[in-house]
């Protein structure tokens, strides 16, 4: 079994790094963890370094929250009009869009007797979710006018750099801004939370404020991975080998690379690339594409590289490399968000945590 290491007191330095600039900057940090789900040890180091409001974007097949969970947690994705029942009961907020689901949301809440609030996403320019900025106010007006309306509407969101690639800038923020102020103003209706999202705003906090009514941020992928994407950076201040993949070796040979007489593609379907010819040294570990995202990887070795991806299996070649390995020694990697994501998602990796 490959392993997914995760060092918890660099995991806890990133967080409270993170959670304390939120702070200073007038921002309450939901955590976001589409990765790790529901790992107990992650939340408690969240929970620990200061973070209490958690969002998730799948739907569970069962309640997973109430046992570990103080308050329920926010659903970040939009909900399914057919999954509205689970909704409710697992979740104390999502986000919304749609006339229809929130009308469905309010029907429900009123036969299950239950509360819900809902954050309508509005969209900045990131082409994905969210109303038009133009037809905020109207919308907004429309939830509030929802007959017999027993769901609560907390505030307006949204969300940078996943479609389009737009990160943030004085324009899109302040969209966000005017909106919550038009709101008030117009409808006389409190926006008590205006929420933006993920990491890549960090980028934007280095050295900007953000207007006042924003006082949400949603990050994840910075905390696990010491990045700011979107922007492609290391983030100066975090730790970006909190986790770590690691592998053992199964075989190790030197191989005769040769251009093939007949090419035919590999066992995914891809095109095999001979990058180098001649005798090299190839180990093959014990991972592949149900494992983890391979292609994400990168050796903490820069002298060996993957040359090649299998559903079980990935070959490293290691020729140009100092280090000698043999069956059973470990080969550590960085990852990458899909990694992240697939590792922890994978029944077949470990999850280990170093203390
Ligand atoms: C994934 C997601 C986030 C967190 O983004 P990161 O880049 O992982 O920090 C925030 N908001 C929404 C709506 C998301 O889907």
Redesign the pocket.
Same mark, same amino acid.
């Given at each position: 079994m490959a392993q997914l290491t995760i060092d918890i007191k660099k995991l806890a330095h990133n967080i409270s790094f993170v959670a304390r600039s939120c702070k200073d900057a007038g921002l309450d940090m @939901?955590g $976001?963890l589409?990765g790790p789900g529901m790992d107990s040890v992650i939340i408690r180091t969240l929970v620990e370094n200061g973070v209490e409001t958690f &969002?998730f974007?799948n739907m569970p097949k069962k309640n997973l929250y109430d046992t570990v969970l103080s308050r329920k947690p926010v659903f970040? /994705?939009l909900p399914s009009i057919h999954e509205i029942h689970k909704l409710v009961r697992y979740f104390g907020t999502s986000?919304n869009t749609e006339i229809s689901v929130i009308q469905r949301i309010n029907e429900v809440l009123i036969a299950e007797k239950r509360s819900h609030n809902i954050i309508l @996403?509005v969209d900045t320019g990131d082409l994905r979710?969210g109303v038009l900025p133009e037809n905020v106010v109207d919308t907004v007006r429309k939830i509030h006018d929802i007959k017999e309306r027993k769901l609560g509407f907390s505030g307006i &969101?949204t969300?940078l &750099?996943?479609c389009a690639g737009m990160v943030p800038d004085e324009e899109n923020i302040q969209i966000l801004q005017d909106l919550a102020l038009e709101i008030e103003a117009r409808l006389g209706i409190a926006v008590d939370t205006v929420s933006v999202? &993920? /990491? $890549?705003f960090l980028g934007w906090l280095k050295s900007h404020r953000l207007p006042h009514k924003i006082n949400q941020i949603?990050?994840?992928?910075? $905390?696990f991975l010491g990045n700011i994407?979107t922007l492609y950076q290391k983030h100066e201040d975090l730790y970006d080998d909190v986790l770590v993949f690691k592998g053992d070796v199964l075989e190790t040979q030197e191989k005769r690379v040769d251009l093939p007489r007949c090419p035919g593609r590999d066992a995914l379907g891809f095109q095999p690339a001979f990058p180098n010819t001649g005798k090299r040294k190839r180990a093959i570990l014990n991972f592949g594409i149900s494992d983890t995202y391979p292609q994400g990887l990168r050796p903490l070795d820069e002298g060996s590289s993957i040359v090649c991806i299998n559903s079980n299996y990935t070959v490293m070649d290691y020729t140009d490399s100092p280090v000698s390995l043999k069956p059973g020694d470990f080969v550590e990697f960085k990852m990458n968000?899909i990694s992240m994501l697939q590792a922890f998602m994978s029944p077949f990796t470990d999850i280990v945590y170093q203390y």
């Open positions: @939901m $976001v589409k &969002g974007s970040i /994705s986000f @996403m979710e &969101g969300n &750099g996943c999202g &993920g /990491s $890549v949603r990050l994840g992928e910075a $905390v994407p968000y």
